[in-house]
């Protein structure tokens, strides 16, 4: 956005020198347009004195004459040409009316000089008075025709560039000037050939060309005003007021006094000529030299806006790197940076730690920032160490306090913790549930012979094939000395009497061999009860132990699974061992004796 603001910024700086430049590029071939066009104008005036002094004379024979009118038509045809090259150079939608215009010129200039010549072929006295005049005053008709080429070359030299205003102004007023002056000897040229008096037109035609030609002149001066500290200005003033408007006016005014009473003009049509018109050369120079002035200043302005707009190219280019260094500086310090660290900031958040944090570059705000979450990160992965290192210690902790520690498997805290949820659940949807409860028979001989590690390595291998005989769902516990029990959910009482028995079996077929070499063969005893509306964990316990009872009464290394007497309760060892049988007996009662 910043970006295109600038960009935008030095486009229409640079735009608007382009256009400066354009513009006075533009200026010099337009005054060089305009100059032509005033040449044109020029060489049709001499045109058209030269044609007027010579229908005043009888020149059907004389090739001299001819020789005069050649010149100036040849000159007219060349600057009209001139123009027209010029004008197709650039064109423009200006060009169209203009070259129309130019058009008719030439028409007319061509239809002009037919009649011209048609007349000039009969002798003086055989030409038709009315048609000579109408000759005659098709020349200035031309230039009419031609005056709107010269105002709209005028008016486009001023549009592309108003500082020329005074100039253009200044160089068409000297036409008119060069136009006036050779009015004014065209004037005189027919009563000087006839050496006649002036009529009454041809004297208000001088007086009133004379008063336009102070009038010109003076208006000049006044525009020129601010070229008069040039000195070829003041020159070229200086002649005009010396010579067509000085001498020559003089000459002229001398004869328009003759003319006005005699007529008898001391001097020829010839040489009023040679004496009066060199010096309208004096306006033309003028001309020429506003014209030249104006395109030296032109030229000038074209060079400056040149170098301006080059040089604004130049530091528009210079601002455009310097803009693109610093958004990049500020990209890669500020912005990248704070990118980078609301990533980290996230990262941190969601303790996702393997993120690495880049080296602070600079020793600045963002190096700081850098560095702060440098230490957080620090301070976050310690704390997790710590919160992972308090898990692990918790579950130890756990473990150890559910764990018995010479076996390893729950002690009795955890099991009635755990044994409770099975009996509540048995308890609640009526869900089979079975209890066996089994001691080590003779273990304290084990002890007394073999020394109590030994009896440690017995407990340890007996508990060893209790966890192989258990599902996962069941629950072992080393219930306290030599005693284990085994809580198997969705077992009868037939069943974990079989769970049992298997025991039983698989631990008298086990040689138990100590670490003295010693080899011992023990067996254990098992007491088994199923739920049965019992009302609490313990009651299925004192059961099982009732059971366990018997089944040592019954001479040990057997299993006793006792179902439960209507009305029994909850009772201890010790009470009446009615109800058992070896298992090798076939079963009086429903309890049931295994005995190896
Ligand atoms: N090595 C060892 N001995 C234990 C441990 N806990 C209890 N005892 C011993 O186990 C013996 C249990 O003996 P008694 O209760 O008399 O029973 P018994 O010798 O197994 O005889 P019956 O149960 O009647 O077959 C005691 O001598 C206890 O000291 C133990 O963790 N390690």
Same mark, same amino acid.
């Given at each position: 956005?910043?970006?295109?603001?600038?960009?935008?910024?030095?486009?229409?700086?640079?735009?608007?020198?382009?256009?400066?430049?354009?513009?006075?590029?533009?200026?010099?071939?337009?005054?060089r347009?305009?100059?032509?066009?005033?040449?044109?104008?020029?060489?049709?005036?001499?045109?058209?004195?030269?044609?007027?002094f010579?229908?005043?004379?009888?020149?059907?024979?004389?090739?001299?004459?001819?020789?005069?009118?050649?010149?100036?038509?040849?000159?007219?045809?060349?600057?009209?040409?001139?123009l027209?090259?010029?004008?197709?150079?650039?064109?423009?939608?200006? !060009?169209?009316?203009?070259?129309?215009?130019? !058009?008719?010129t030439?028409?007319?200039?061509?239809?002009?000089?037919?009649?011209?010549?048609?007349?000039?072929?009969?002798?003086?006295?055989?030409?038709?008075?009315?048609?000579?005049a109408?000759?005659?005053?098709?020349?200035?008709?031309t230039?009419?025709?031609?005056?709107?080429?010269?105002?709209a070359?005028?008016?486009?030299a001023?549009?592309?560039?108003?500082?020329?205003?005074?100039?253009?102004?200044?160089?068409?007023?000297?036409?008119?000037?060069?136009?006036?002056?050779g009015?004014m000897?065209?004037?005189?040229?027919?009563?000087?050939?006839?050496?006649?008096?002036?009529?009454?037109?041809?004297? *208000?035609?001088?007086a009133?060309?004379?008063?336009?030609?102070?009038?010109?002149?003076?208006?000049?001066?006044?525009?020129?005003?601010?070229?008069?500290?040039?000195?070829?200005?003041?020159?070229?003033?200086?002649?005009?007021?010396?010579?067509?408007?000085?001498?020559?006016?003089?000459?002229?005014?001398? !004869?328009?006094?003759?003319?006005?009473?005699?007529?008898?003009?001391?001097?020829?049509?010839?040489?009023?000529?040679?004496?009066?018109?060199?010096?309208?050369?004096?306006?033309?120079?003028?001309?020429?030299?506003?014209?030249?002035?104006?395109?030296?200043?032109?030229?000038?302005?074209?060079?400056?806006?040149?170098?301006?707009?080059?040089?604004t190219?130049?530091?528009?280019?210079?601002?455009?790197?310097?803009?693109?260094?610093?958004?990049?500086?500020?990209?890669?310090?500020?912005?990248?940076?704070?990118?980078?660290?609301?990533?980290?900031?996230?990262?941190?958040?969601?303790?996702?730690?393997?993120?690495?944090?880049?080296?602070?570059? *600079?020793?600045?705000?963002?190096?700081?920032?850098?560095?702060?979450i440098?230490?957080?990160?620090?301070?976050?992965?310690?704390?997790?160490?710590?919160?992972?290192?308090?898990?692990?210690?918790?579950?130890?902790?756990?473990?150890?306090?559910?764990?018995?520690?010479?076996?390893?498997?729950?002690?009795?805290?955890?099991f009635?913790?755990?044994?409770?949820?099975?009996?509540?659940?048995?308890?609640r *949807?009526?869900?089979?549930?079975?209890?066996?409860?089994?001691?080590?028979?003779?273990?304290?001989?084990?002890?007394?012979?073999?020394?109590h590690?030994?009896?440690?390595?017995?407990?340890?291998?007996?508990?060893?094939?209790?966890?192989?005989?258990?599902?996962?769902?069941?629950?072992l516990?080393?219930?306290?000395?030599?005693?284990?029990?085994?809580?198997?959910?969705?077992?009868?009482?037939?069943?974990?009497?079989?769970?049992?028995?298997?025991?039983?079996?698989?631990?008298?077929?086990?040689d138990?061999?100590?670490?003295?070499?010693?080899? !011992?063969?023990?067996?254990?005893?098992?007491?088994?009860?199923?739920?049965?509306?019992?009302?609490?964990?313990?009651?299925?316990i004192?059961?099982?132990?009732?059971?366990? *009872?018997?089944?040592?009464?019954?001479?040990?290394?057997?299993?006793?699974?006792?179902?439960?007497?209507?009305?029994?309760?909850?009772?201890?060892?010790?009470?009446?061992?009615?109800?058992?049988?070896?298992?090798?007996?076939?079963?009086?009662?429903?309890?049931?004796?295994?005995?190896k």
């Open positions: 956005m910043l970006m295109l603001l600038f960009l935008t910024l030095a486009g229409i700086i640079v735009d608007g020198e382009w256009k400066v430049y354009q513009r006075s590029t533009e200026s010099i071939p337009a005054i347009k305009l100059h032509l066009a005033l040449q044109v104008e020029e060489k049709l005036i001499a045109e058209r004195g030269v044609s007027n010579l229908l005043q004379q009888d020149f059907s024979e004389d090739r001299a004459m001819h020789g005069k009118l050649a010149p100036v038509r040849a000159a007219s045809d060349r600057s009209l040409r001139n027209r090259q010029a004008l197709q150079e650039r064109p423009g939608p200006w !060009l169209a009316p203009v070259m129309a215009d130019l !058009l008719l030439e028409q007319r200039l061509a239809a002009t000089r037919t009649d011209m010549d048609a007349l000039a072929a009969r002798p003086k006295e055989q030409r038709d008075p009315e048609a000579a109408a000759a005659i005053a098709m020349i200035p008709s230039l009419d025709t031609f005056a709107p080429v010269v105002a070359l005028s008016s486009i001023i549009q592309v560039d108003q500082q020329f205003h005074d100039g253009v102004d200044s160089a068409q007023l000297a036409t008119n000037l060069r136009n006036v002056a009015q000897v065209s004037t005189l040229t027919a009563p000087v050939v006839a050496q006649r008096p002036l009529t009454a037109q041809e004297r *208000y035609t001088f009133k060309l004379s008063g336009q030609a102070d009038q010109l002149y003076g208006v000049i001066e006044m525009q020129l005003r601010a070229y008069s500290h040039k000195p070829e200005f003041k020159t070229a003033l200086q002649s005009i007021r010396e010579g067509p408007l000085g001498d020559g006016l003089d000459l002229l005014t001398k !004869l328009f006094v003759i003319g006005r009473s005699s007529g008898g003009y001391d001097l020829t049509p010839d040489q009023m000529i040679a004496s009066y018109v060199p010096k309208m050369a004096a306006i033309s120079r003028l001309r020429d030299l506003i014209v030249m002035d104006m395109i030296r200043e032109a030229e000038q302005r074209n060079l400056k806006a040149r170098y301006f707009l080059l040089a190219v130049g530091l528009a280019t210079l601002a455009l790197g310097v803009f693109f260094l610093l958004l990049r500086v500020i990209r890669r310090r500020v912005l990248r940076p704070i990118l980078e660290a609301t990533d980290l900031f996230v990262s941190l958040a969601n303790e996702r730690l393997i993120t690495s944090i880049p080296a602070p570059r *600079y020793d600045d705000e963002i190096g700081d920032m850098m560095r702060a440098h230490v957080l990160k620090a301070h976050s992965q310690e704390r997790i160490c710590l919160g992972k290192e308090r898990e692990e210690m918790i579950a130890q902790l756990r473990a150890a306090s559910d764990t018995d520690f010479l076996t390893g498997l729950l002690n009795r805290r955890a009635f913790a755990q044994g409770e949820q099975q009996f509540g659940i048995a308890q *949807y009526r869900r089979q549930l079975a209890l066996i409860l089994m001691d080590v028979d003779h273990f304290k001989a084990v002890n007394d012979q073999h020394g590690l030994a009896g440690d390595q017995v407990l340890c291998k007996v508990a060893e094939l209790s966890r192989r005989c258990r599902r996962k769902v069941d629950l516990a080393r219930y306290g000395g030599e005693e284990f029990l085994l809580l198997l959910p969705e077992i009868d009482l037939e069943q974990g009497r079989a769970v049992a028995e298997k025991l039983r079996v698989e631990i008298g077929a086990c138990f061999q100590l670490d003295d070499g010693v080899s !011992l063969k023990i067996s254990a005893s098992f007491g088994v009860v199923a739920f049965e509306h019992d009302d609490a964990l313990e009651s299925l004192v059961r099982a132990d009732q059971a366990l *009872y018997k089944a040592k009464d019954g001479g040990r290394n057997r299993v006793m699974a006792l179902p439960r007497e209507p009305g029994q309760d909850a009772g201890g060892r010790g009470q009446d061992g009615e109800g058992w049988a070896r298992a090798d007996e076939p079963a009086k009662l429903s309890v049931v004796s295994i005995e």
